[in-house]
């Protein structure tokens, strides 16, 4: 079993940016493909970028490309969510979730470990 705890988030401008970071415990993060999802009030939790355990393949929510970056650090057990340009409408909790397998990374179900969240809010 794995914990996550993610932290960053906060308020900021649209156009600036944000990294959040997902530090995990109880087991080596390598050995999980790892997701970024977030949920808006009044809406359903989405997908927006995941990277996969062994070949770190990585996936985006076409309203994130190019403008977010997922990456890992399996030494520190950390997986990051660099996100620039930031709109409004990227306003959420952010949740980073952890899955055994490397396919279907877009779908909620596939994860087995959720994290608490994180807010971000972007003001413009």
């Known amino acids: 079993q794995v914990q996550l705890v993610e932290s960053g988030g906060g308020l900021v401008q649209a156009g600036e940016s944000l990294r959040l970071s997902c530090a995990a415990s109880?087991?080596?993060?390598?050995?999980?493909?790892m997701g970024w999802f977030r949920q808006a009030p009044g809406k359903e939790r989405e997908f927006v970028a995941a990277?996969?355990?062994?070949?770190?393949?990585?996936y985006y929510a076409d309203s994130v490309q190019g403008r977010f970056t997922v990456s890992r650090v399996n030494a520190k057990n950390t997986v990051y969510l660099q996100m620039n340009s930031l709109k409004s409408e990227d306003t959420a909790v952010y949740y980073c979730?952890?899955?055994?397998?490397?396919?279907?990374?877009?779908?909620?179900?596939?994860?087995?470990?959720w994290g608490q969240g994180t807010q971000v809010t972007v003001s413009t």
């Open positions: 990277i996969s355990r062994t070949i770190l393949r990585t």
């Open positions: 979730a952890a899955a055994r397998g490397e396919s279907e990374l877009g779908q909620i179900s596939t994860y087995a470990y």
């Open positions: 109880g087991r080596t993060l390598s050995t999980y493909s």
